[in-house]
């Protein structure tokens, strides 16, 4: 018995299709349907949406109480012949390449064919991909911390004025450094095929992460006094060096590995001489965000290290490029490491700055050993890893 749809009063521009496409869609091509309903238009509007989907429709005039029927036809819609799926939505449904023509599609749905070339340069899975990826972005969301609630900054403390004027000078390097490694991420993130969506969610909250660290340094400088520090030449010279690293696993490298790696350390170093309350939150806060950026660049060179046997000597280039290029710079701006020994120091005496410059030593050294360690991990033998670690920028990052 053949079935019959009453649209009552919905006309086709009142959402009768809905309808229609419904009942259709419990039949199988062939079949017919019995259409019926009040709307004046509702032959013309029947057979033309019936076209369009490809369905058949005809009028009926000798059966009481029907007005039409439709015969369901072999596709629902032309227009999806072509289709085809993004992959799958998991992570486990990820392409090794994502087309083009995908373009900003969610991850599974069914792509109709004919849209715009996506201008994503970024298209290959092993290019920026770590299986910590949806791990690290997970963590990362749910580690977010708001600058006005995390950081005590009505805390009461008083500094001596070297002491205050070393914290702002450091201040003012940590927010310049900050600058580089937000707009690094950013610009790398609207490269990457949305298709590798984690990657790109990562990077979106490391920029953010980064965006909160160039606010609560900027608030510590500012929160006695109204000037900034010094920005030397050398030190901007070290972050343009990464600026333009067009390659996303080598600035990956540097930026990450080795630049927020040596970071670590420096945070460490803050967080432990920090002078007052601010200052060690601050230093805190953001060295816990710092760890997951140094994690995905070491996961992602990793993982492309397995795919890659070239990859090393591609990184090893890379330091080299960078130390040529920074040769005649002076690296890092003096004012930053002579306030690094006063905070380490914490006194004007003989004794007190060479306990500082001696911390400020072994803090080098400690950071030697961080990139060391990572250089290792991706698979540098430990001579090759020593003698990179000491070609790595004088500025840290
Ligand atoms: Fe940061
Ligand atoms: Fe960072």
């Excluded at 990826?133 to 006005?148: F, G, K, N």
């Excluded at 072994?362 to 360690?373: A, V």
């Amino acid at each position: 018995m053949t079935e019959v749809l009453d649209l009552g009063w919905l006309s086709f521009e009142q959402g009768a299709h809905l309808l229609l496409r419904r009942a259709l869609d419990s039949l199988r091509p062939g079949e017919h349907l019995a259409v019926t309903g009040g709307d004046p238009a509702l032959l013309p509007h029947l057979r033309a949406w019936c076209r369009n989907q490809g369905h058949h429709a005809r009028s009926v005039e000798d059966e009481p109480g029907i007005k039409a029927h439709v015969i369901r036809g072999t596709a629902d819609d032309d227009r999806w012949a072509g289709a085809e799926r993004a992959g799958r939505p998991g992570p486990g449904g990820i392409a090794a390449s994502a087309p083009r023509h995908w373009g900003l599609a969610a991850r599974g749905a069914l792509v109709e064919p004919g849209g715009p070339e996506a201008p994503f340069d970024l298209t290959d899975r092993d290019l920026v991909w770590a299986e910590v990826a949806p791990a690290l972005y997970r963590h990362a969301a749910s580690a977010q911390w708001d600058p006005e609630t995390a950081v005590a900054w009505d805390a009461e403390f008083t500094l001596p004025g070297e002491i205050e004027h070393a914290v702002v000078q450091v201040m003012t390097y940590l927010v310049e450094n900050e600058q580089a490694a937000l707009v690094i991420p950013a610009r790398l993130l609207t490269r990457i095929h949305p298709h590798f969506r984690e990657v790109m969610q990562l990077l979106a909250v490391q920029a953010a992460d980064e965006a909160r660290h160039v606010e609560v340094f900027t608030r510590r400088a500012l929160l006695r006094g109204d000037e900034m520090g010094t920005s030397s030449a050398g030190g901007r010279h070290s972050l343009a060096t990464l600026l333009t690293e067009p390659d996303f696993s080598l600035a990956s490298f540097l930026l990450s590995v080795l630049g927020e790696g040596t970071f670590l350390n420096l945070l460490d170093f803050l967080e432990t001489h920090a002078p007052d309350p601010v200052t060690r939150q601050a230093t805190a806060l953001a060295r816990r965000d710092e760890a997951r950026h140094v994690a995905f660049g070491v996961a992602h060179l990793h993982h492309l290290g397995t795919v890659d046997p070239g990859l090393r000597g591609r990184l090893r280039a890379a330091i080299e490029r960078r130390h040529d290029a920074l040769l005649d710079t002076a690296g890092l701006n003096s004012s930053v490491f002579d306030s690094l020994v006063v905070l380490a120091a914490g006194a004007w005496t003989p004794e007190a700055i060479s306990r500082g410059w001696q911390a400020v030593g072994r803090l080098q050294s400690e950071m030697d050993d961080g990139r060391q360690r990572r250089l290792a991990h991706l698979g540098f033998p430990a001579d090759e890893a020593a003698e990179l670690s000491r070609l790595h920028t004088r500025n840290f990052m």
